[in-house]
Nanobody, 124 residues
Framework: QVQLIESGGGSVQAGGSLTLSCGGSRRTTSNNGLGWFRQSPGKEREFVAGISWNGGNKLYVDSVKGRFTISRSSDRNRATLEMNNLKTEDTAVYFC?????????????????WGRGTQVTVSS
């Protein structure tokens, strides 16, 4: 059974920063793309950022470009989402996901393993 565990969520004021981390077992994540999604109440789950198996390709939703940075560890087992200049509209539950392939696209259908999520709350 694949397990993905997120950490690093919390509450911050607008303009602040948070860093999310996601870890998975080596057998299941080191050769797969990793992605971050988020979901706020009443809204559909939204792609935030993705990174390919070796970190060579990264993808971001337009609303976070220039503010969020995705990376993965040298052993490829962990993904980190550094979030800067946070806005109130970034408030959501953030989910880490492992892609079905080595790339990380923006569609949730491309991911087959999910973490339970971590809450990020940005106040004005």
């Amino acid at each position: 059974q694949v397990q993905l565990i997120e950490s690093g969520g919390g509450s911050v004021q607008a303009g602040g920063s948070l860093t999310l981390s996601c870890g998975g077992s080596r057998r299941t994540t080191s050769n797969n793309g990793l992605g971050w999604f988020r979901q706020s109440p009443g809204k559909e789950r939204e792609f935030v950022a993705g990174i390919s198996w070796n970190g060579g390709n990264k993808l971001y939703v337009d609303s976070v470009k220039g503010r969020f940075t995705i990376s993965r560890s040298s052993d490829r087992n962990r993904a980190t989402l550094e979030m800067n200049n946070l806005k109130t509209e970034d408030t959501a539950v953030y989910f880490c996901a492992a892609a079905r392939s080595a790339v990380a696209g923006s569609s949730s259908r491309g991911y087959n393993y999910w973490g339970r999520g971590t809450q990020v709350t940005v106040s004005s």
